[in-house]
């Protein structure tokens, strides 16, 4: 299931990718900045005669080119284009995302990046920007290795401290008679030796490549450690056997788990436009005036402004911002700027826009939960 579910969302973001690198080209009616074949012929796409430099009946241009120089001119051409557009759009998009919006959806396209292209644009640097601080180990070998290395040591330590004492107790007899019997301290401080040594000795034969639970012997005793996760294992039964083999896998390797939701949220990010539209609906199905789609753009510019946030607070981190500052511009600018979208993309009142606001923050707990349990069946086995 992981494999048909994993293929599927990358079939459907590379098309959406596409679709949106095609459109940062040459679009319909747009000039490039080769000379085009005259103003007529026939067009080699579609067939059409055309009239003019590009074709009316599918927008192709006149000129098509097959060498090297001009599939660099397209390549440069779609990243200015992009870039250009870019400009003009992150700036309404941080200070008033509200007419943005607004804008966007009543027509006003050309000189602004869409919604998809920002908002996949934004989810890329973002799975860039988190890789970047947490370098994951899918493994989980060093972290439950490290773990077990601990839990022994302080066993070593307690058997330390236990030697010492027999030590000192044998010492104090006979320094008080010394026709004392001692034998029985003996045979303890002898056993008590033993374990300490068995006890370094698993401290420096522990496998470099355990991944799995391992019992480490030492004298009598049998210590059980998991080295994925360095905890003991433990059964869960929640009724649901699907959800009981996802915490199984979580228990056996947490970071490989992580990280594999972490590839998973990049891949269907998509989602959460879907999820999030028909709540964003319900503050508004009385107004006629708005339909689905204009819901749609709203939630695609805040997905996509609030991403570009987080991806902001993950810069200021790296160069060493107080993390104090850093959680509080996280809770305090999304309630700000969704408030000044609804206000601004609806036109509301503040009031109006206040009170959407907040239940929007109540909805936004639900739409992330629906997510997570998405992801959580996509990666079930």
């Known amino acids: ?180 019997d001692v034998a029985a301290l003996d045979l303890r401080i002898a056993e008590d030796q033993n374990k300490l040594d068995a006890l370094r000795t698993a401290l420096n034969h522990i496998p470099k490549d355990a991944v799995r639970v391992s019992q480490i012997k030492a004298g009598d005793n049998i210590y059980n450690f998991d080295v994925a996760t360095g905890v003991k294992s433990m059964n869960v039964n929640t009724g649901s056997r699907d959800l009981d083999v996802q915490i199984s896998h979580i228990k056996e390797n947490p970071e490989l788990y992580a990280y594999k939701l972490k590839t998973a949220s990049y891949k269907f990010s998509w989602a959460l436009i879907p999820i999030s539209v028909p709540f964003i609906w319900l503050l508004f199905f009385w107004k006629r005036d708005v339909g689905l789609y204009d819901h749609a753009i709203f939630a695609i510019y805040s997905l996509s402004a609030m991403t570009l946030m987080v991806v902001g607070l993950i810069g200021l981190y790296l160069v060493g911002v107080n993390q104090a500052w850093l959680w509080l511009a996280l809770f305090l600018i999304p309630p700000v700027h969704i408030y000044k979208q609804l206000k601004g993309a609806y036109r509301l009142g503040r009031f109006g826009a206040f009170w959407r606001m907040c239940t929007l923050l109540v909805m936004t707990t639900i739409t992330s939960t629906l997510f997570f349990l998405l992801l959580l069946w996509l990666e079930a086995e």
């Open 1 to 180: 299931m992981n494999e048909a579910t994993g293929g599927i969302g990358d079939i459907l973001t590379g098309g959406i990718v596409a679709r949106e690198v095609d459109r940062g080209g040459v679009a319909r009616g747009e000039a490039g900045h080769e000379a085009h074949e005259g103003a007529g012929g026939v067009c080699l796409n579609c067939g059409a005669t055309r009239t003019g430099p590009f074709c009316q009946e599918c927008g192709q241009s006149g000129h098509v080119h097959r060498n090297i120089v001009g599939l660099a001119h397209d390549i440069l051409h779609g990243v200015f284009h992009f870039e250009g557009k870019l400009w003009a759009t992150l700036p309404l998009l941080a200070w008033r995302p509200g007419e943005l919006t607004r804008r966007y959806v009543h027509g006003e396209r050309a000189k602004f990046v869409s919604p998809m292209a920002l908002f996949l644009f934004s989810v890329f640097l973002l799975f860039a920007g988190v890789s970047r601080i947490s370098m994951p180990d899918v493994t989980g070998v060093s972290k439950g290795v490290e773990t077990a290395k601990t839990q022994i040591a302080r066993e070593i330590d307690k058997a330390q401290d236990k030697l010492d004492h027999l030590k000192e107790k044998r010492a104090d007899r006979l320094r008080d008679n010394a026709r004392a």
